[in-house]
């Protein structure tokens, strides 16, 4: 399994963006996704996380009711919507699968990708 994450740019605060993460490999319909981010100097911290169905959703405090996470089966790839960004908001994001239920820990997910880099100005 391969994850491409994508979209990451320079934004303004109170701005918004949308990251994608494609997976190649099969069964993406059976991983439980999620996002994580590591700013400068910081541990890679949970964002959001969706089950295969997409019925379950987990968000970190710092980031629910301004991003949305989602997933498109037929295009095996996952979705982060970012709206009304902070400048607390900039780090790396990375996208990560695993086979087992969802989980908040970094070190719980098999598949990563290189991630790609959000940058919000004040």
């Known amino acids: 399994v391969q994850l491409q994450a994508s979209g990451g740019g320079l934004v303004q605060a109170g701005g918004f963006l949308r990251l994608s993460c494609a997976v190649s490999g099969r069964s993406f319909a059976n991983y439980n996704m999620g996002w994580f981010r590591q700013a400068p100097g910081k541990e890679r911290e949970f964002v959001a996380a969706?089950?295969?169905?997409?019925?379950?959703?987990a968000y970190a405090d710092s980031v629910r009711g301004r991003f949305t996470i989602s997933r498109d089966i037929t295009k095996n790839t996952v979705y982060l919507q970012m709206n009304s960004l902070k400048p607390e908001d900039t780090a790396v994001y990375y996208c990560?699968?695993?086979?087992?239920?969802?989980?908040?820990?970094?070190?719980?997910?098999?598949?990563w990708g290189h991630g790609t880099l959000v940058t919000v100005s004040s």
């Open positions: 990560a699968a695993r086979r087992q239920i969802g989980s908040r820990l970094p070190s719980d997910y098999d598949y």
């Open positions: 969706i089950s295969p169905s997409g019925s379950t959703l």
